[in-house]
């Protein structure tokens, strides 16, 4: 499958993390803007991307810079409500599409409200939509933010799932036995993170050194290695040291 290339990056603190992240993807976005093409971004949950979110708009505060070509996907979502505080796209309604005053038809939200069958299928069906591709291969997205578990996991992809469903190719899929709650969820599939053009993993926080190091290592068997085995470059900004002896 080729060479795979693994950008770390280490940064002191998730402050330091969430701000530099902001501003390569304000960068990005400019970028975009300028050759006048659409960005298609799926965001995660979690405590560092709030500060993510709280850096993207103090940032955007000093650059004269549209929003108006991205779209936002999710990179997964709790069966819940949209007002639910469990809600990721509440999340996200409230600490960043509301600041930036983000225009409703840009935000692709998965109904967590619906069966996990059912809003997988229209998350799916959605993405197809916006971002065009053949029926039997995942749409393209140019950005994913992952974050990282204590058990290594990514999105709504936790170890210990059965070969059947490492393989799924579906877009999204319904998830019915989370460990962590809620149980019943939608997430992005291995497929579809291995085909976007860019994946971010921002891994901070204490308890997640030994899933950092084992997923960095060849034959890791957490799903982020599953990603990263999946994917030619994947960029990783952290404030978890990897010069620490593992210890059982």
Not at 66 to 73: D, I, L, M, T
Not at 109 to 133: K, N
């Amino acid at each position: 499958m080729g060479v795979k290339k693994i950008d770390l990056t280490f940064l002191p603190s998730p402050d330091e993390i969430a701000l530099i992240a902001a501003v390569m993807w304000l960068d990005a976005i400019e970028a975009a803007n300028r050759a006048g093409q659409a960005q298609h971004v799926a965001l995660s949950g979690g405590r560092i991307t709030q500060k993510l979110f709280a850096a993207t708009v103090a940032q955007s505060r000093s650059r004269k810079l549209s929003f108006a070509g991205v779209h936002f996907f999710w990179a997964d979502e709790r069966c819940v409500p949209p007002e639910d505080s469990e809600s990721n796209f509440r999340m996200a309604r409230e600490l960043l599409f509301a600041p930036l005053n983000i225009a409703p038809d840009r935000i692709h939200r998965i109904r967590g409200e619906d069966s996990p069958e059912t809003a997988a299928q229209s998350a799916e069906a959605d993405l197809r939509r916006v971002v065009s591709a053949p029926p039997a291969e995942s749409p393209v997205l140019d950005l994913i933010f992952l974050g990282l578990g204590e058990d290594g996991h990514v999105a709504s992809l936790f170890p210990s799932e059965p070969d059947e469903r490492v393989s799924d190719q579906a877009v999204y899929r319904a998830v019915f036995n989370s460990p962590k709650p809620p149980p019943r969820r939608i997430t992005l599939g291995y497929p579809a993170i291995a085909a976007a053009r860019q994946v971010w993993m921002l891994a901070s926080g204490a308890g997640k050194e030994r899933a950092l190091h084992e997923s960095l290592q060849p034959d890791g068997q957490t799903p982020f290695a599953r990603v990263l085995r999946l994917r030619a470059q994947t960029k990783i900004l952290t404030d978890i040291s990897l010069d620490r002896p593992m210890t059982a």
